[in-house]
Structures are given as C-alpha cells and as structure tokens.
C-alpha cells in the first residue's frame, strides 16, 4: 500500500497502531510470534490458543530446554485432552481479544482504517465485531475455490 519515500503517511501513527494491538494481545498470554510493518500495513503474526503447557509462561517464544515445565509438554499438547479442554475456553477468549484490539486501534487510528485491517491474519474473525468489517472486502475467492 504505501512505500518508505511516501513522507505524507503517518508512520507513526502505524507503528503506535501495531504495537498497540502486539502489546495488548500480549499481555493477555496470546501467542503473538512477530510484529511489524511491511508496505504500510499492520503485520501482526499470533495464534489462538495454546499449543502447550510452556505457551501458558512464554507464548510465542521458543523453547528453553531447561525450564522446569518443559517436561509437563508432554503430558500436555495440542493431541492430550487436558489442554484441549483448557482451549476450548483460551480460543474463544483469544478471538474476543482479538477482534477486539484490532477495533479499538481502528478507533484509535481511524485515518489508518485500511492499513490496519487489510493484511490481519485472522480477518475472517472481524465480521460482526469490527463495526463496517466485510472480509470479502479484502479477500476475494477466485471460480476455482482457491483464494
């Protein structure tokens, strides 16, 4: 959308924006893995839930062989049914906040509506909780089914 030599677009206010969102989610034990601007767009990398017992400490971090609950990894990942139960009320609570910082940094930074937006990862999760959100809009489905 927009390039480094574009001097009249608010930088500023994007990277307030992404940080905001990345901030947020974080604090919230949300996985959040990167966060950046790329072509003046918010690039906000996360996944929803927890795909361990270590991602309930440092979600979005790498491993540390020696902290201690590394070793309850395996008795508790994605495939054992104790932390599929825990998910089954972390996603639901991940995609509110979600759609929720994205909402809040939209009104925040209204002139920044489409940077924000247009390149989330999860848009689907946006309609009916981002007011004006259509993610046909963004994303379109060609004859073939592939997107």
Do not use: Q
């Not at 309930?56 to 104790?82: A, M, N, Q």
């Amino acid at each position: 959308m927009h390039d480094w030599s574009d001097e009249s677009f608010d930088w500023d206010g994007l990277n307030d924006a992404i940080r905001y969102i990345a901030y947020g989610l974080k604090r919230w034990r949300v996985p959040v893995r990167d966060y950046k601007e790329k072509f003046g767009t918010a690039r906000i990398y996360c996944s929803l839930g927890w795909g361990s017992f270590y991602d309930i400490f440092y979600p979005g971090c790498v491993w540390y062989k020696k902290f201690w609950p590394v070793r309850l990894d395996h008795f508790l990942s994605y495939d054992t049914p104790i932390l599929r139960w825990i998910n089954k009320i972390v996603c639901p609570f991940h995609i509110w906040l979600y759609a929720r910082y994205y909402r809040k940094a939209v009104e925040k930074w209204p002139h920044l509506r489409e940077e924000i937006l247009s390149m989330a990862d999860h848009g689907e999760l946006f309609e009916g909780r981002v007011p004006g959100y259509k993610h046909s809009d963004y994303w379109t489905t060609y004859d073939d089914g592939t997107k």
